[in-house]
Nanobody, 129 residues
Framework: QVQLVESGGGLVQPGGSLRLSCAAS????????MAWFRQGPGNEREFVGL????????FYASSVKGRFTISRDNTRNTVHLQMNSLRPEDTAVYYC??????????????????????WGQGTQVTVSS
């Protein structure tokens, strides 16, 4: 069956770094665009970033651009989110998601949770001193 399993979350001080990973199985990983979303306390789940199927393009939310980097390894069916210069407002549960759709050129499309077929269970990231 399809599985997306996130790991790498934890507690980090402001200004620190974390690297999240998402291991995929049960579907043809290289046929799917992979994204990260997050949901902070009392907030809606929001788009963080997306990497296209072959890794040729990445898109980021304005709030994380320049601080976060998405990468993928299609030989290992994994996607990563490198998070630098973390801020308290980055505190959230981080989810990876997979989409076979091709509308990713639109921010509205990328941000729409309904465009993603598969979701992981999430990993908690807490940024606090």
């Amino acid at each position: 069956q399809v599985q997306l399993v996130e790991s790498g979350g934890g507690l980090v001080q402001p200004g620190g770094s974390l690297r999240l990973s998402c291991a995929a199985s049960g579907f043809t990983f290289s046929s799917y665009n992979m994204a990260w979303f997050r949901q902070g306390p009392g907030n809606e789940r929001e788009f963080v970033g997306l990497i296209t199927r072959m890794g040729g393009s990445q898109f980021y939310a304005s709030s994380v651009k320049g601080r976060f980097t998405i990468s993928r390894d299609n030989t290992r069916n994994t996607v990563h989110l490198q998070m630098n210069s973390l801020r308290p407002e980055d505190t959230a549960v981080y989810y990876c998601a997979a989409s076979a759709g091709q509308g990713y050129g639109s921010l509205r499309w990328r941000s729409n949770k309904n465009n993603y077929e598969y979701w992981g269970q999430g990993t908690q990231v807490t940024v606090s001193s």
